[in-house]
């Protein structure tokens, strides 16, 4: 691999994302579609870009991702933690600047597992004294 190539995996909750960054102008595909079809809230898209606006790197790299997995907001945060490991993979001069913005973390949060007498991992069946 020409080191001006890199991959990199991102998960959140459910989701996996792996992401091949190459240099180019710019064009994020995701599952063969473009950002803007995978993701049609704005939101999720500026969550994506993040990595690269920190690194200043916006327009510098086209970025192929396979995701799979969990919802669309796992899979947004899968893909941005992705980037983020392709870019420090790319230069480890971009690590500070992703790490200040916390960029570089998995984030832990799983779905809590469902207990027995209960109705969810927390909620509980209606109580009613008679």
Avoid at 5 to 34: D, Y
Avoid at 60 to 85: C, H
């Amino acid at each position: 691999m020409h080191t001006h190539t890199s991959t990199a995996v991102g998960r959140r909750k459910t989701s996996v994302a792996r992401v091949i960054m190459v240099p180019g102008t710019g064009k994020i595909t995701v599952n063969r579609r473009a950002l803007e079809n995978f993701f049609p809230l704005e939101t999720l898209r500026a969550d994506v870009l993040k990595p690269l606006e920190a690194t200043q790197s916006t327009g510098k790299f086209d970025v192929r991702v396979n995701v799979e997995g969990g919802g669309s907001t796992g899979q947004a945060g899968a893909i941005r933690l992705g980037i983020a490991r392709a870019l420090v993979a790319l230069s480890d001069d971009h690590k500070p600047a992703l790490r200040a913005a916390g960029l570089l973390t998995r984030d832990p949060r799983m779905v809590e597992r469902k207990k027995y007498g209960r109705k969810k991992a927390r909620k509980r069946f209606q109580f009613s004294k008679r």
